[in-house]
């Protein structure tokens, strides 16, 4: 096995509002391995978008702070590193596509000029060098006449080409890890399908290691070759996707995959929704996060946080209730 190309253990993060702190990421711990497609999937508010901006030190402080833990890339302590060290790793080493390009994108320079910003910094090209870089970028991530565009500004391009122009910004300093949150929020089924088989293609070729943060579980499948699933500011399971799919382990998994629709299924199925909201991150969570929604808890639920574990096959949960094919064993109280 080679060494993970990122680390997170025990990552806390928090925030003060004028109500006291927010604990949007309780104790979060994975690993990435070099080439290997990730998916981080739960309902808007668990923390999959404040984790990621973490790797990357986005997240403002304050408000903001990095309470415990430590994020290593290739073995580095991303937290222990000086804003400039870590300039050459943001862009260049990881790259990150964010949700939304047109709040993502400067809407007063051209789109060359943001692209040949981050090929100066980061591969040492000069400005000639740059633009042509970004015109072999821009092709590369499929926008017709590069060349002609290439002096464009973001309103000038629609919402699945600002996208494409995210990618090419993304990918053009060669990273070794990309960033997807949410890529394709805001856009149809056709162009989302278009802009994810471009980085399907694009880590193929690169041989880049992938984490795609959304709450798409269609997307999931498709995409990645492993899940971790998120609740409450932690991780509640984590499973291959093939295993997560056929046979869920944690209440939240099973409930989410019964609230969206499934081909394999029979015709006529029912949806059933999750009840309930998810919960209020004023303090730490001191008993299972999901226990007030869950169908399955008992009073130990209540009253303690259950650890993430792995059951006898590998499989990894943070539940007392044990699931099996999306129906639990016996439990002693």
Same mark, same amino acid.
């Given at each position: ?26 104790? =979060? ?22 984790? #990621? ?28 590193? #000086? ?27 051209? =789109? ?22 970004? =015109? ?6 499929? =926008? ?33 890890l990309l960033i997807a949150d949410e890529p394709t929020t805001a856009l149809d089924v056709t162009i989302q399908a ?88 004023? #303090? ?50």
């Open positions: 096995m080679s060494a993970p190309l990122l680390e997170l253990q025990d990552l806390r993060v928090r925030f003060r509002t004028d109500d006291g702190w927010v604990h949007a990421v309780n104790g =979060i711990s994975l690993s990435l391995a070099p080439g290997e497609s990730l998916g981080v999937v739960g309902e808007s508010g668990c923390g999959k978008s404040v984790t #990621s901006m973490t790797v990357l030190r986005l997240v403002p402080c304050p408000p903001g702070e990095v309470s415990s833990g430590k994020v290593l890339f290739q073995g580095q302590d991303l937290l222990q590193l #000086s804003p400039r060290e870590m300039r050459r790793v943001r862009g260049g080493k990881i790259s990150m596509i964010f949700q939304d390009p047109m709040t993502s994108l400067n809407p007063f320079l051209r =789109i060359g000029r943001q692209i040949g910003e981050a090929l100066e910094l980061h591969r040492g090209m000069s400005p000639t060098e740059a633009r042509a870089a970004a =015109i072999e970028a821009l092709h590369e991530v499929g =926008i017709p006449d590069p060349a002609g565009r290439i002096d464009a500004y973001p309103h000038e391009f629609s919402g699945g080409m600002r996208q494409r122009v995210m990618i090419a910004m993304a990918l053009c300093t060669r990273p070794e278009q802009i994810l088989e471009l980085i399907r293609r694009l880590q193929a070729e690169r041989g880049m290691s992938l984490v795609l943060i959304t709450h798409d579980l269609a997307v999931v499948a498709g995409m990645c070759s492993r899940v971790v699933v998120m609740y409450g500011g932690k991780v509640v399971e984590e499973a291959s996707v093939d295993d997560l799919f056929a046979d869920p382990r944690h209440p939240y998994t099973l409930a989410l995959l019964e609230s969206v629709p499934r081909l394999d299924e029979p015709e006529g199925r029912r949806l059933n929704p999750i009840e309930g909201l998810p919960p209020k991150l004023d #303090s730490e969570p001191s008993s299972c996060p999901f226990a007030p929604r869950c169908r399955f808890a008992f009073q130990r639920c209540h009253q303690e946080l259950p650890p993430l574990e792995a059951d006898a096959d590998g499989r990894v949960r943070a539940c007392f209730v044990p699931i099996r094919q999306g129906k639990p064993l016996e439990v002693v109280e």
